[in-house]
């Protein structure tokens, strides 16, 4: 077995969908610092671009759906 893991890179046209750290974190009701910790501990799908980090916006809504808005609680 490889030692590499695979790491799917999504397509240029799917990171156009992408969401940014501000959207992702009015989303959520996180602050932005908590949006990049998300994507940091792997919790939320994202990659670093030179622009910042993008999210995948069905990782952020399977996260969503499993923890309730801090802005809610």
Same mark, same amino acid.
């Given at each position: 077995s490889s030692a590499y893991k =695979? =790491? $799917?890179m999504p397509s240029l046209s799917e990171l156009e969908k992408w969401l940014s750290t501000g959207q992702v974190a009015k989303r959520l009701g $996180? *602050?932005?610092q908590g949006a990049t910790d998300l994507a940091h501990s792997r919790k939320i799908r994202a990659v670093k671009t030179a622009a910042g980090w993008l999210y995948d916006?069905? *990782?952020v809504e399977q996260f969503?759906?499993?923890h309730p808005a801090k802005a809610e609680q």
């Open positions: =695979v =790491v $799917y $996180y *602050s932005r916006p069905e *990782s969503k759906a499993t």
